[in-house]
């Protein structure tokens, strides 16, 4: 059978590669809705040849809907997931609105599959870029190792940001390198030829929501409490790919052999880690634009028994937020085949 497929936030960064990822992949589309704001209404969009005209989603009637991929930002989810849900589409969010609820489910295709099922509100939670591409890596090790605490400092790209954050980049850029004076609009500070260590909102316990999203997400994600997370979240001056430096204390010792024999053969995962120029995966060589989670630099801590070193890349939106969506839509739809 074929899908009425909605994606809210069509005209966005994520929601034009969920478009792109339905078609590669594809993905059995009968009605396709393109919903954004009314900004956006009226304009066309190419899909599998033809033309599909955007929709102000502000009157949209979703009646009909089977699977609505949102990504238009946590109040426009908030508003309208129920809406969908209610109206018997299954929703899958790539906002934070949901992702903490316990009758949402929080599922990475290659980890917690079996989730997806759990979903007494109709809605199920894609989870945060830097979490995704983290634990597609570090859960396999997790089953057969035991993770007792993660550090992490992630490097992540401008494009998490958004569109309009992907321009300020490219126009910083280019106003620095012909002697302009810059204006940061969607960064607290310049972003070009710089790093930030503040993504999204400050907490009280002086993390950021970024960092604490590492935290709250990986334990619900592998069903752990117990897992320690210490989490540093920066934003640096590439367009699209994060990278994260990760170490891991485990229960049990784990050899850089076994972890790379162990990580070679766990889906969705490439292991790139040759001791030369270029051995290693990086945003632009290896992430940008592909599917895989990339992962380099494995080391035993010199400072700790049980201590693991990796870095992690990926394409942030994709696998950390339109390719995840697009294969929970597929497993949504193997249900009703
Ligand atoms: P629009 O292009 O009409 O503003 P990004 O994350 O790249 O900034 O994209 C955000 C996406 O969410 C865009 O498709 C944007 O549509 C959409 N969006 C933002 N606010 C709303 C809203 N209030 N109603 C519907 N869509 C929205």
Request: charged content about 20%.
């Amino acid at each position: 059978r074929s899908f009425h497929v909605a994606i809210v936030g069509a005209t966005g960064a994520v929601g034009e590669t969920m478009l792109a990822i339905l078609a590669e992949r594809d993905f059995p589309v009968g009605t396709l809705s393109l919903l954004a704001s009314e900004r956006s209404a009226g304009g066309e969009v190419e899909f599998n040849g033809g033309k599909v005209k955007i929709q102000d989603l502000a009157t949209f009637d979703p009646s009909g809907v089977d699977i609505a991929l949102f990504s238009a930002g946590g109040s426009v989810s908030k508003e309208y997931a129920p809406k969908f849900a209610a109206a018997g589409a299954v929703v899958i969010d790539n906002s934070s609105a949901f992702r903490y609820d316990d009758d949402v489910p929080l599922v990475v295709s290659e980890v917690n599959p079996d989730q997806i099922g759990n979903r007494p509100r109709g809605i199920i939670a894609n989870p945060n870029c830097s979490t995704m591409q983290m634990l597609v890596a570090l859960a396999p090790l997790h089953r057969k190792y035991g993770i007792e605490r993660i550090n992490v400092s992630t490097y992540q790209s401008v494009s998490g940001g958004g569109r309009s954050a992907l321009e300020e980049l490219g126009k910083q850029t280019g106003q620095l390198l012909s002697f302009q004076e810059i204006d940061p609009q969607r960064f607290p500070v310049q972003i070009a030829f710089n790093l930030i260590p503040h993504i999204d909102d400050f907490l009280d316990n002086g993390f950021t929501k970024e960092e604490m999203k590492l935290v709250w997400e990986t334990r619900k994600i592998l069903g752990d409490d117990s897992i320690l997370v210490n989490p540093t979240a920066v934003r640096v001056p590439v367009f699209y790919g994060h990278s994260e430096s990760v170490a891991i204390e485990t229960r049990d010792k784990v050899t850089v052999a076994e972890a790379r024999a162990l990580l070679e053969q766990s889906p969705g995962i490439e292991v790139v880690d040759r001791h030369e120029a270029g051995g290693y995966p990086t945003p632009v060589t290896h992430a940008s634009g592909t599917d895989a989670v990339y992962v380099g630099r494995i080391r035993e801590d010199l400072s700790h028994p049980r201590g693991l070193n990796l870095w992690i890349v990926s394409d942030n939106v994709r696998k950390g937020a339109a390719l995840n969506a697009v294969q929970l839509a597929e497993l949504v739809a193997a249900e009703t085949r």
